[in-house]
């Protein structure tokens, strides 16, 4: 609901469990009230607002006389130049290098189905547009407010216009502004690196300024453009929690500052940093949108509120995702089509839905040195073309991917020489390569051009269903050779905005092909790709035990319908550790599921593992893809849990790292489900390798081997010990309030058949359903 109360002037935006309140002060400066949990009665602007009755000490008053500071005051969209000498949200030089802008209140009017030209957005109704004006030099501040009333979200962004004769330059131009009016929060953000993307980190906000960013040109897996506040006693199940997104995917920058006077100011949106924009007359420039979302029920609350927003409001594909099989961690560039062939013929015995072809396969790439930007077929590889291989795919009864990484090009490409300044560099500098190549500059519309032509037929003439595009580099050297010197700090934001006319005009051309996007793994896990691809690859790292903080941290921000997970090989190629099948599924199962190892190369043991593995994804998958995600609680491992959205069907999965000597009783807290129905709770059938109990499997087994040996092979390679059975049924409010009371677990001085045999690494999944009318199968 949006909504001005004339009398109090005062603007009030509802959602189902939230108030945004932004009133104008007697200056006319728009301010920030409140935001938080829901009050069906709202106050005078005078009940929120904390102001001095006198000037403080070395204060600059906005008037003369009066004790009103710009710099204790909570605003929407603070500037520098005034008085407020916090962070500002915009910060605009005009033509004789004046930079001190007044924006005012003006005027204000709600507006139907808003949309942007050329930026990724959420799909709105109804439109709050606030505008504001400078008071000397008619520069025009428009900011939007959308609310997404079941989702408890709020949409901002801020459009300036120059209506005047004269050109600005805009240093700064974030797209939101909230100041809070106390900073008791911890900050929590999602941080990392290659192979170990978005780790949660969390810790009290203290005086001075934090920064979240990226210089990269990318959003990046150093620190994702999401984070949370949250009260220092909240945690995964109760207590407030402010998340923020950003629907962008190029360099961005959010602001956190704890003032002497205990106000916390948040801002965000492009990076400032190597950002300089000329406003020329009649121009306009529009911010990417900020998501903001509020909830009383800790982090799981505000976890479900961005899945469901997302899911309902941005990513554009609400169909469950396929299986796929990549051959990458099988073949890496060493393949031909026979490989390929025998790898999906096996696939498909298995129950895999569809085939992708990853690098190698066009140029003359046999390695990473060469041949990006050269989108043809290697026929020493593939003689038949991806024409022929993709029909061979497609008979088998497959659907078929292909891997491309359009935005780079290698110097050793025949792109390059014909197009140099196509790259982004100084072509009197030597450049710094990342992966041995540049990259593309989409800032350049006949770059843009030239890809879209030459993906529409790639795609057209493979018959693709399926796009994985990568991006694996950051920037640097950034220029463009086609821009004037005006013209250069504009470049990395018109890269992206680029990069999202290219993939509009893609994804209008093929609306059947599922696009994934990936960034050297997890580089470029962002809303604004999300609104073109509905899935990301998660990180290239695919142990499972790693897998389980990186998809942990992911899913704060991102549903599970976008994070894209592979079962890979038994010795993971990122960390060398040993993880048993059952619990590699078990882990990517949570997400868009798929298989990235040699299937012609596996134990009798691993074909029927999986072969199972993936009959329980499928009849589960509308669950494990789109239900309501728990992170619960829990001082050991981890515990990941989804609920159907009408509490008939649940999953749990139950994940140990190292084993720990004589375990405790272990006790589950289940959420999210009926309290007054009865549930039966199973565990899914699984298998262990003998291998991994050593000279224990001595006393398991009927007759006497020597361990290790020829004929212990043979068997453990065929024979599947299977795990303790479980079966319990209890009522919700009991598993909810007391919690699931799980078997107990191995200790060293015995074994019985109920108990859970659990070495290092070892999970479970435990299925929650309903009983109906007595029915108890």
């Not at 709050?128 to 901002?156: A, C, P």
């Not at 002497?260 to 306009?284: A, T």
């Amino acid at each position: 609901m949006l909504s001005f109360n004339e009398e109090k002037q005062m603007f009030i935006l509802q959602s189902k469990n939230t108030t945004y309140l932004i009133g104008i002060s007697e200056t006319n400066h728009l301010l920030h009230l409140y935001y938080g949990a829901k009050m069906d009665t709202v106050g005078d602007q005078d009940d929120f607002l904390k102001t001095a009755p006198l000037a403080l000490g070395s204060s600059t008053n906005y008037e003369e006389n009066t004790a009103f500071d710009l710099n204790d005051v909570p605003l929407e969209a603070p500037t520098y130049g005034k008085g407020d000498y916090r962070e500002p949200m915009l910060h605009i030089e005009n033509h004789e290098g004046y930079r001190s802008m007044d924006f005012i209140y003006t005027s204000h009017e709600i507006l139907k189905d808003v949309t942007f030209e050329n930026l990724p957005q959420a799909r709105k109704k109804e439109t709050l547009k606030i505008t504001l004006k400078e008071k000397t030099f008619n520069l025009w501040l428009h900011l939007y407010y959308t609310v997404f009333e079941d989702t408890d979200v709020i949409i901002r962004n801020a459009e300036v216009y120059n209506p005047t004769k004269e050109p600005f330059v805009l240093d700064r131009v974030l797209s939101a502004n909230l100041d809070f009016t106390h900073a008791d929060f911890d900050l929590l953000s999602l941080d990392g690196a290659w192979i170990k993307e978005r780790h949660i980190n969390r810790h009290p906000l203290r005086y001075g300024i934090h920064k979240i960013d990226s210089k990269k040109g990318v959003s990046s897996a150093d620190h994702n453009p999401f984070f949370a506040l949250l009260d220092q006693e909240a945690g995964k199940n109760f207590g407030s929690v402010y998340g923020f997104n950003l629907i962008y995917s190029g360099n961005f920058e959010a602001n956190l500052e704890v003032s002497p006077r205990d106000h916390l100011r948040v801002n965000l949106g492009i990076n400032s940093f190597d950002f300089k924009w000329q406003l020329e007359p009649n121009e306009h420039f529009v911010t990417p949108e900020v998501v903001l979302s509020y909830s009383s029920s800790g982090l799981n609350g505000m976890r479900q509120n961005m899945h469901n927003f997302i899911k309902q409001s941005l990513a554009q594909t609400e169909t469950l995702r396929p299986i796929k099989i990549n051959n990458w961690e099988a073949t890496y560039f060493d393949f031909n089509e026979k490989k390929l062939l025998a790898i999906a013929k096996q696939a498909k015995k298995l129950g895999i839905e569809c085939f992708c072809l990853d690098d190698g396969w066009f140029g003359e790439r046999d390695d990473d040195t060469s041949s990006l930007g050269d989108w043809h077929e290697n026929k020493k590889k593939l003689p038949g073309g991806l024409s022929q291989l993709s029909r061979k795919i497609k008979r088998l009864g497959l659907k078929f991917g292909l891997w491309v990484e359009p935005e780079m090009v290698n110097p050793q490409s025949t792109l390059y020489q014909k197009h140099p300044k196509w790259s982004i560099q100084n072509p009197k500098v030597n450049p710094a390569l990342g992966r041995h190549q540049l990259i593309l500059d989409l800032s350049q519309a006949e770059v843009v051009d030239y890809l879209y032509e030459t993906l529409y037929h790639l795609f057209k003439r493979s018959k693709v269903d399926y796009v994985k595009w990568d991006m694996n580099r950051n920037f640097s050297d950034i220029f463009s050779q086609n821009a004037p010197k005006e013209a250069q700090g504009k470049l990395t934001h018109r890269y992206v905005l680029g990069l999202y006319r290219l993939l509009d005009r893609l994804k209008k051309a093929f609306p059947d092909i599922l696009f994934e996007s990936c960034s050297s793994g997890g580089n470029r896990f962002d809303l604004g790709m999300l609104y073109y691809m509905p899935q990301t690859w998660t990180s290239d790292n695919t142990d499972a035990y790693e897998r389980l903080k990186i998809q942990q941290g992911t899913s704060l921000a991102y549903p599970l319908s976008s994070i894209s997970n592979h079962v890979s090989d038994d010795v993971s190629h990122q960390v060398l550790r040993h993880t048993p099948l059952e619990t590699r599924f078990n882990v990517a199962c949570f997400g868009v599921l798929g298989y990235e190892l040699d299937l012609r190369k596996r134990s009798r043991f691993d074909y029927r593992t999986i072969k199972e593995q993936i009959a329980f994804y499928k009849k589960h998958r509308s669950l494990l893809q789109d239900g309501k995600f728990y992170d619960l609680k829990t001082t050991e491992g981890m515990q990941f849990m989804v609920v159907s959205p009408d509490q008939s069907e649940a999953i749990l999965g139950v994940f140990q790292g190292l084993a720990p000597p004589n375990p405790g009783h272990q006790t589950v807290k289940i959420r999210g489900l009926d309290p007054k129905k009865m549930y039966k709770i199973y565990n899914r059938r699984q298998y262990e390798n003998i291998k991994r109990f050593g000279a224990l499997s001595q006393h398991a087994l009927p007759i006497k081997l020597k361990v290790h040996g020829i004929l212990f092979n043979l068997i453990s390679n065929h024979y599947r010990f299977e795990i303790e059975r479980f079966e319990k049924i209890i009522r919700g409010d009991n598993l909810m309030h007391h919690g699931l009371s799980l078997p107990p677990r191995f200790t060293g001085t015995g074994h019985h058949e109920s108990m859970r045999l659990m070495p290092d690494f070892s999970s479970r999944l435990y299925i929650i359903k309903e009983i109906r009318d007595g029915n108890r199968s």
